[in-house]
């Protein structure tokens, strides 16, 4: 079994619509993030949470939020929809460490906002 | 600000010709650089960490290297499954949060 899942893995919406794109992991990694990609803009982070009580924004936080509703569970939700939002997402997990952190990552969810 | 810029944007090779790939940085006190492969509609799969210049870290046909500036990874006699998106990052602020670059998109021809 995969230690990072992503649901849905593909999702086509409308705007104004509310999305919930969430993330689970099996590995017990204390860190979670949610990235998206762009063509031409690569990864950019949107969120993290080093623990269930710790979530901190990202460079592109707005439009969206999160929820970390267990150690293993990070959900991304964008409240209305809007087309630029059409990306694809990834969520990613990491252990604390002594030294930086290496993320490992989900599949992917590819978002749609008509 | 912390900035991490990769070249070429693309790299089209013949089976069997080596080639190397360039990610530059600008980071106060580096404290690592992340080499990851990313596949079309895929997450990114991590291949390397490297700590300190003149380190070098090697798998298959893949080594990275790095100096006090760049880092290089080096693809020898690439096969057709090395194609890929190559990504490198270096973690920022608190530690944990990654700057990505753009990626260097790898097609190797048969």
């Known amino acids: 079994d995969a230690d990072v899942t992503q649901t849905p893995r593909n999702r086509i919406t409308k705007t104004g619509k509310r999305i919930m794109l969430e993330c689970s992991q099996t590995?017990?990694?204390?860190?979670m993030y949610w990235y998206r990609q762009d063509p031409g803009l690569g990864l950019r982070l949107i969120y993290y949470?080093?623990?269930?009580?710790?979530?901190n924004k990202g460079e592109i936080s707005d439009g969206y939020s999160v929820s970390r509703q267990a150690q293993a569970k990070f959900s991304l939700s964008l409240e209305s929809a809007i087309p630029n939002q059409t990306a694809l997402y990834f969520c990613?997990?990491?252990?604390?460490?002594?030294?930086?952190?290496?993320?490992?990552f989900g599949p992917g969810t590819r978002l749609t906002v008509l | 600000e912390d900035q991490v810029t990769q070249s070429p944007e693309a790299l089209r090779l013949q089976e069997g010709e080596s080639s190397s790939l360039n990610c530059s940085y600008t980071?106060?006190?580096?404290?690592?650089l992340f080499w990851y492969r990313q596949d079309p509609g895929k997450g990114p799969e991590f291949l390397f960490t490297?700590?300190?210049a003149g380190e070098e870290k090697e798998k298959e046909r893949l080594k990275a290297t790095l100096t006090k500036k760049e880092s290089f990874l080096h693809i020898t006699a690439p096969k057709p499954e090395d194609s890929a998106t190559y990504l490198c990052?270096?973690?920022?602020?608190?530690?944990?949060?990654?700057?990505f670059g753009g990626g260097t998109r790898v097609l190797v021809k048969p």
């Open positions: 590995k017990g990694h204390d860190r």
């Open positions: 990613a997990i990491a252990q604390l460490a002594g030294g930086p952190d290496t993320q490992y």
């Open positions: 990052a270096v973690p920022q602020g608190g530690g944990n949060k990654l700057t």
């Open positions: 949470s080093f623990d269930v009580k710790d979530i």
């Open positions: 980071v106060s006190g580096l404290r690592g």
């Open positions: 490297l700590y300190s």
